[in-house]
């Protein structure tokens, strides 16, 4: 029956019985007796005991940082640590007469938390897109694992070990949280129609080990319990932690996180730091776009800087705070009105 | 046989009906043999086409012929009324099967007035065929219609056929056209039409063209006629189109012969084209209105207009079924009784040839004058 | 296509003014879309009943072939102000019935179109049931003239008789290919100067570029929705004119297939866009003729699908984009 | 159709319970309670219960076509409730489906039925792909005018192209071998209480002229396979990428879903059975022409989509039904049919915009928004 082979999912039985289907009357046999719309996964190993539908506004979701959730084998090149991941080659893009971009150079190593700071329109996002293959650099390129990515696709990119989140949320509201995050673990699996048609061993394979990953995710993250809560619906701070799950799925070499903090609380920086900083420990190399110097500082290894599409400065936090270049551009601009 | 049958009767049925449940069978109704007045059958005909939606106006102009031909035999037979069952198919040979199934399945009809279009025709008329219910069509007039092999096919009017050649022949005696442009609506009947007129034409033809139905800015077609220098056009298509196509090519300033076919013979075309109707000549295998002055009288007492297109056939074929249920025939012996009829109906001699085919076509030729159709002499 | 060389003034004149009639049907749909993100399927109604509304206003002023040259003036402005009154009027309507309940409601995009669809049969089966609507209410008798054979065709009865003015590649350039031409593109300056600088155009503009900014800077955002569709409906209306005068017969059902072809008119020149529905209607009106001229009017229509689907595939949003919410209007 | 409006939601609720008291009876009895709903199912034609059979045309004939309204219902669900693709030329597919059966089993070739029905998917679904391959890249309601021009495309040479049969249509489309196993009796009412009538029987499995109960038989399987096929596809990585690329196709892009990909497979599983459709259609009508494959249909089918509730595969056969069924049902109104059907769609749209059946995503999400209100509301009190 179809839904046997899938991975049970605790709290949707109530949910799937709304509407008389007929893989509704063949509940999942492995778990079918401890399956009501009450029972925690067997994997959450976490206190929080929060029902699904509870209260959406509650407090600041504690994260688990002890579920492994360290990336899976996608099959690309090894880079030890410390060596470089990814180059951002002279890279230049102009729109039209705009030049959004200019000659920008710098380099992610391996294992690192690389900062790119910059006032409004420096920049960053930009240099994000043509990273991840939204745009093409008019001139320059990117490497990656030593090789230039060239024209490849944004998913081929994803495949390749680069994911990001978005600075406005971009998660698929009508979804939910674990579904969101499949869709992430979904990058690296190669079911098509035939396989899901006939319930192929590959299919039932990745959708156990796509399931699993999911929810330890989901667990590390602090959403456990939300996992059947439709995205939309998750409250923000759970929608910006979401999101990462939902990058982190595609086990990426590096991670770019675009403004994770934004609309946080000092409270909620304090744990985004901290969440940041354990992701890395899990071995993942960071690469953060972030406005809040004090963020910045307190978890960056190394800092780029960017202003009106140039790269101004280059270093370690403590470098970075007293080059005079920076500061100016800082001063300069007033971060609340520039636009 | 028996015993699978009772074993497909199914459970939820069987609780349903609890005692009340029985069987029946075996009394056919309306086992035939009865002799006319004795007893009354409560007979009805069948009035299957277009009643409703865009394809309307023909099936109720036919619908209005049927409904005096009816008035006629009920004011004579009060004592047993025939009533009218409608089959709307909205001229959409998709619902066709489905209503002719329900035709058949009424016992009490004993034949069929339609299908109205040649499209549903093929469609319902394998199952009247196979069911051996009487249709007689008065509008349908695909030529192939009859060549299929229903055994219940009639039809009560010419086929493309028999108008076609008609039609080339008044241009080039009457109209002495030297330069024809042929246009057609790429409509089966259109289409049909006018290609026997561009084979019987043969070199006159100077230009042609092939709208759709529903089209209403014909500016490249007037370009191209106006172009050609053509003294006539054939159009082979229906009045909705040939209003405004006729009406366009005399403002784009073309003076030639409009010529066309039954499919147009409808006072709503001059309604509709106003003055660029004068002098359209219309071919139809229909006879004039003034042979028949009574079903005209009547016709215009009840309906407060003129007959209309198909009217007198939707009155003739509704006329033979109803003599044949008032010589006592039932629907196993209407189709021999229909085969051998032979009389003198509003629009022609109503005789039927082996395949199902009206054996008398005149062609007539009318011509549009001072807002009205008028006849101007058979075409031979 | 040696036809198409020597009668190239002629197909092109022709198609001019049957693509003034799609320009001005399309800016409705682009005017809505620009709003509301949203197909106004029903648009098409609106215009249809433009053409009643000319129709009906000629036959009641007892319009008739041969007028002096002030009747026939008379009778056109008539039928101008009775099409845009109508066709408006069931535009503002159709905003009220079909879509504001749904914004109200928050309803996904989709179900606008469903509503849209239900309020396109309602119009035009309405119109084809005219004859039953006046039955119900005892006006059968009255307006028998108005009524009679309500599916069929209604023609008007031709008030004014195209007469050549000059001649251009030996086609002769009637006085109604004129009105059509020069008229339709004086009523889109006026839209156009509307747009730009009245208070209500800016409102539009400003609903069109960020529903959201223009509600917190104080624009009525209801009150500009419905001053959209009245516009749209207005210039349906005068589309339904031109319509009329070209021609010169109509049905209940006769908005349907000009409506897909204004609606494709307004992709092609990027829809959200007026001068781009402008551009869009006249290239569609030529490329129908020209390729009817090419290849059989049979393929026109064809001819009209695959010249957009060629233009989307090189500009995927049109020939000028979409621009409502920008300066350009 | 004016029931649904007033009192859904305190039904909604009932119902709800309804369901969750079924899903906790025995496995036994709901296998039970499936087998004997699909006898239902496939006897409804001979049951003639009064009310629900309609009067005006067979009803044999009335479900066959509300089961290929399901089907193709069920096929464009899969494009625009899945993967979010508004397809307003839907009949395009369905008249090639139906074209290829009549040129290759009628016009042109004598093929057999079986041979011709997965020809006609797969032309079907060829020509979803050379439709969705250049248009694909084309946005949302750019690509409904496309699409709908596509339909158009298809109809136009239909009626012109005389290889096709032009306006004539092509006939005699045979009939798919049969086997007589046995007779199923229908049920009279005509006494007011049901009696078996063993006169008007159906047979099993025999393809005739004027009897539709098998051809709606041949529909009912075709249709539960399908729908496995659906249920299947659905709850695996394409249903989830579908999902994800129509709620954001460049956020879906980035997380290594290759949306063009799989908007192009929605594209060509959706025209597969709108082809598939067109097949049983033309199979069971043995005679086609361009006028069953108007524009109107393809927004019909929409409707059915939509109304039902586009994304939730029982809602949209429950739209489906609606569409094909209450016009046949309610005949008696006549010329009043479109008219009314028009203003239940507006009533439908303004009353239950979700659809009649939303998906249960959205049930759930309209339970939590309503939550929320509420909590909401409780702080503002305090």
């Not at chain 2, 009816?70 to 909205?90: G, I, M, R, W």
Request: glycine residues 10%; proline residues 4%.
């Amino acid at each position: 029956m179809p839904e046997s082979t899938e991975p049970n999912r605790p709290d949707t039985s109530a949910e799937s019985t709304a509407q008389t289907t007929p893989e509704a009357t063949a509940e999942p046999t492995a778990a079918a007796a401890a399956d009501d719309a009450t029972t925690r996964p067997a994997v959450t190993p976490t206190t929080d005991a929060t029902a699904p539908l509870a209260d959406p506004a509650d407090e600041v979701t504690e994260i688990n940082p002890d579920v492994d959730i360290t990336p899976d084998d996608i099959g690309v090149p090894e880079v030890a640590e410390g060596e470089r991941l990814l180059e951002v080659d002279d890279v230049t893009l102009r729109f039209g007469g705009v030049v959004a971009l200019n000659e920008v150079s710098f380099h992610i190593n391996k294992g690192e938390i690389l900062g790119l700071i910059g006032p409004n329109g420096a920049g960053k996002t930009t240099c994000f897109n043509v990273m991840t293959g939204v745009y093409q650099p008019t001139s320059g390129g990117i490497r990656y694992l030593g090789k230039p990515l060239g024209k490849r696709k944004k998913f081929q990119i994803t495949k390749l070990g680069i994911a990001r989140t978005f600075q406005n949320i971009r998660l698929f509201a009508n979804m939910t949280a674990l579904e969101n995050v499949l869709v992430g673990v979904d990058a690296h699996h190669s079911t098509g129609i035939g396989a899901a048609m006939f319930r192929l061993p590959k299919h039932r394979r990745e959708e156990a080990q796509g399931y699993a990953r999911a929810m330890e995710l989901l667990t590390f993250m602090g959403l456990d319990g939300k996992a059947d809560e439709l995205a939309r619906n998750l409250p923000y701070g759970d929608q910006r932690r979401l999101e990462i799950a939902r990058a982190l799925a595609t086990s990426p070499q590096l991670l770019c996180l675009d403004e994770p903090a934004a609309g946080f609380n000092p409270a909620e920086k304090a744990k985004l730091m901290e969440l940041i900083r354990t992701i890395r420990d899990q071995g993942y190399t960071v690469l953060l776009i972030e406005h809040d110097m004090k963020l910045v500082m307190g978890v960056t290894d190394r800092i780029v800087v960017l202003e009106f599409g140039r790269k101004i400065a280059e270093g370690s936090p403590a470098e970075i705070r007293d080059n005079p270049a920076v500061i100016a551009a800082y001063l300069g601009v007033d971060e609340e009105d520039a636009s | 046989m028996r015993s699978t049958l009772k074993f497909a009767v199914p459970l939820a049925v069987a609780a349903l009906a609890l005692g009340a449940c029985g069987t029946k069978g075996g009394d056919t109704p309306a086992a035939g043999g009865s002799g006319g007045a004795a007893a009354c059958q409560n007979f009805k005909i069948g009035m299957f086409g277009a009643l409703t939606g865009p394809n309307a106006n023909l099936g109720i102009y036919i619908q209005n012929g049927v409904n005096l031909a009816l008035d006629d035999y009920n004011k004579k037979h009060a004592d047993c009324k025939v009533t009218l069952e409608n089959y709307d198919s909205q001229g959409d040979p998709t619902q066709a099967p489905a209503l002719a199934k329900k035709a058949i399945d009424d016992k009490k009809v004993v034949g069929i007035v339609g299908p109205a279009f040649s499209g549903e025709s093929k469609a319902a008329d394998p199952a009247f065929n196979e069911a051996g219910l009487v249709t007689i069509t008065p509008s349908a007039t695909a030529t192939k219609l009859s060549s299929n092999g229903w055994k219940t096919f009639f039809r009560a009017l010419g086929n493309d056929d028999t108008q076609g050649p008609a039609a080339a022949k008044y241009i080039k005696d009457t109209v002495k056209s030297t330069k024809t442009f042929v246009i057609d609506d790429a409509s089966e009947y259109g289409k049909g039409l006018a290609d026997t007129v561009r084979k019987d034409l043969g070199s006159q033809v100077v230009g042609n063209d092939t709208i759709q139905q529903k089209q209403t800015d014909f500016s490249a077609s007037v370009t191209k006629v106006t172009s050609s220098g053509a003294d006539a056009l054939f159009f082979g298509g229906y009045s909705p189109e040939a209003a405004p196509l006729i009406k366009q090519l005399r403002d784009g300033g073309w003076k030639g012969t409009f010529v066309v076919a039954d499919g147009v013979k409808d006072q709503s075309f001059i309604d509709n084209a106003k003055d660029a109707a004068e002098g359209t000549i219309i071919t139809c295998p229909c006879v004039p209105a003034d042979v028949a002055p009574d079903f005209q009288k009547a016709y215009k007492a009840k309906y407060n207009e003129d007959p209309n297109t198909y009217s007198g056939e939707g009155y003739d074929a509704a006329t033979i079924l109803l003599d044949g249920i008032a010589a006592g025939k039932d629907r196993k012996t209407m189709l021999d009784f229909v085969k051998s009829y032979d009389k003198k109906g509003v629009t022609k001699q109503l005789k039927f040839d082996d395949k199902g085919e009206s054996a008398d076509i005149k062609v007539f030729a009318y011509k549009v004058e001072g807002g009205k159709i008028v006849g101007s002499g058979e075409i031979k | 296509m040696q036809n198409l060389i020597d009668n190239f003034f002629s197909y092109t004149i022709t198609g001019l003014t049957i693509g003034a009639v799609y320009a001005l049907v399309a800016l409705g749909y682009t005017l809505v879309y620009g709003v509301l993100r949203l197909i106004n399927f029903a648009h098409s109604e609106v215009f249809m009943y433009g053409t009643f509304g000319a129709l009906w206003v000629v036959m009641l002023l007892g319009g008739k072939p041969g007028g002096s040259v002030g009747q026939v003036i008379f009778w056109v402005v008539m039928m101008f102000v009775a099409a845009m009154a109508m066709s408006g009027l069931i535009a503002v309507i159709l905003e009220r019935v079909a879509y504001r309940p749904l914004r109200k409601r928050n309803a996904p995009p989709l179900i606008a179109l469903i509503s849209a669809i239900g309020a396109s049969f309602v119009l035009a089966e309405l119109m084809g049931l005219r004859s039953r609507v006046a039955g119900w209410v005892g006006l059968d008798d009255t307006l028998r003239e108005y009524v009679r054979n309500s599916r069929n065709n209604a023609g008007l009865p031709s008030i004014i008789s195209p007469q050549p003015i000059f001649s251009v590649g030996g086609y002769n350039v009637t006085n109604v290919d004129l009105i059509v031409i020069i008229g339709a593109i004086a009523i889109m300056v006026v839209l156009d100067q509307f747009v730009k600088r009245s208070r209500l155009g800016r409102g539009i503009r400003a609903v069109a570029m960020d529903p959201e900014a223009a509600a917190l800077m104080g624009v009525n955002r209801d009150r500009v929705i419905q001053v959209t569709f009245l516009v749209g409906g207005v210039m349906a209306g005068a589309a339904a004119v031109f319509y009329m005068l070209k021609i010169g017969i109509t049905r209940y059902d006769a908005g349907f297939i000009l409506g897909v072809k204004a609606f494709t008119a307004a992709v092609l020149g990027g829809i959200g866009n007026l001068r781009g529905a402008l551009l869009g209607g006249f290239i569609l009106g030529l490329a129908e003729n020209y390729g009817s001229a090419v290849v059989g009017s049979q393929w026109k229509d064809v001819v009209a699908f695959v010249l957009l689907v060629l233009i989307l595939l090189v500009r995927p949003t049109g020939l000028l984009g979409e621009s409502l919410g920008k300066a350009r209007a | 159709m004016s029931t649904s409006t007033g009192t859904a939601a305190s039904t909604k609720q009932r119902r709800l319970g309804f369901k969750e008291r079924v899903n906790n009876l025995p496995r036994a009895v709901k296998i039970l309670l499936w087998v004997v709903f699909a006898v239902f199912l496939f006897m409804l034609p001979l049951l003639n219960i009064p009310f629900i059979t309609t009067e005006g045309s067979d009803f044999g004939g009335v479900l066959f076509t509300v089961a290929t309204y399901v089907l193709v219902a069920l096929g464009l669900n899969i494009v625009v409730g899945y993967a979010g693709l508004l397809d307003l030329g839907y009949v395009g597919f369905y008249a090639i489906g139906a074209y290829t059966v009549g040129v290759l089993s009628a016009e042109h070739a004598k093929l057999s039925w079986v041979v011709v029905v997965p020809i006609a998917i797969v032309v079907a679904m060829v020509s979803g792909v050379v439709l969705g391959a250049p248009t694909l890249r084309v946005r949302g309601d750019y690509l409904a005018i496309v699409t709908l021009g596509f339909g158009e495309i298809v109809r136009l040479t239909l009626v012109n192209s005389e290889w096709l049969g032009a306006s004539r249509g092509i006939s005699d489309i045979p009939k798919p071998p049969g086997v007589e196993l046995f007779e199923v009796p229908s049920i009279d009412w005509s006494s007011g209480a049901p009696v078996v009538d063993l006169d008007t029987t159906s047979t099993f499995l025999k393809f005739g002229i004027t009897d539709f109960v098998p051809y709606y038989w041949l529909a009912l399987g075709v249709i539960a396979l399908v729908l496995l096929f659906d249920i299947l596809v659905k709850s695996s990585r394409v249903g989830r990428a579908w999902e994800a690329t129509r709620e954001d196709e460049d956020a879906a892009e980035l997380m290594g879903v290759p949306t063009f990909r799989f908007k192009l497979l929605a594209f060509a599983l959706g025209a597969a059975i709108g082809g598939l459709s067109g097949a049983l259609f033309a199979t069971k009508a043995g005679f086609i022409n361009p006028q069953s494959f108007e524009l109107l249909l393809s927004i019909l089918f929409i409707a059915a989509v939509v109304v039902g509730g586009a994304g939730n595969r029982w809602g949209v056969i429950v739209g489906a039904i609606v569409v094909a069924y209450f016009p046949e049902r309610f005949r008696e109104f006549a010329d009043f049919r479109v008219l009314v059907f028009g203003l239940a769609l507006m009533l439908l749209a303004i009353f239950r915009p979700q659809g009649l059946l939303p998906p249960r995503r959205t049930v759930r999400a309209k339970r939590a928004d309503a939550r929320q209100a509420v909590l909401e509301e409780g702080e503002a009190s305090a």
